[in-house]
């Protein structure tokens, strides 16, 4: 089955960065569209990036555009979430998620596969 696993969490200063990635075994990732959310304690679980199969899309939420880039490497069946600009607003729980010709839509339900999640602590 379809197995996605992140890494690359941890906890920074504010301003500072982070990478996530996202390894994914079991299927056939050139046709997964590759997503990231992130869920806060005590707030619902939000779209934060997505990129089609291709590469060639990627949408945004308007809280991370401009500070988080989303990027893909088939060769690696891996996914990437690099996170610049950090403040404590983006304290969650990140998790990717995986939808084969996915449309990066922003539900929770659109997304069939999911990993465990990764945590990220920004401090002031």
């Known amino acids: 089955q379809v197995q996605l696993v992140e890494s690359g969490g941890g906890s920074v200063q504010a301003g500072e960065s982070l990478r996530l990635s996202c390894v994914v075994s079991?299927?056939?990732?050139?046709?997964?569209?590759m997503g990231w959310f992130r869920q806060a304690p005590g707030k619902e679980r939000q779209f934060v990036a997505g990129i089609n199969f291709t590469g060639g899309v990627k949408k945004y939420a308007d809280s991370v555009r401009g500070r988080f880039t989303i990027s893909r490497d088939n060769t690696k069946t891996t996914s990437y979430l690099q996170m610049n600009s950090l403040n404590p607003e983006d304290t969650a729980e990140y998790t990717c998620a995986a939808a084969r010709f996915g449309k990066l839509e922003p539900e929770v339900a659109a997304w069939p596969y999911w990993g465990q999640g990764v945590q990220v602590t920004v401090s002031s």
């Open positions: 079991g299927g056939r990732f050139p046709t997964f569209a």
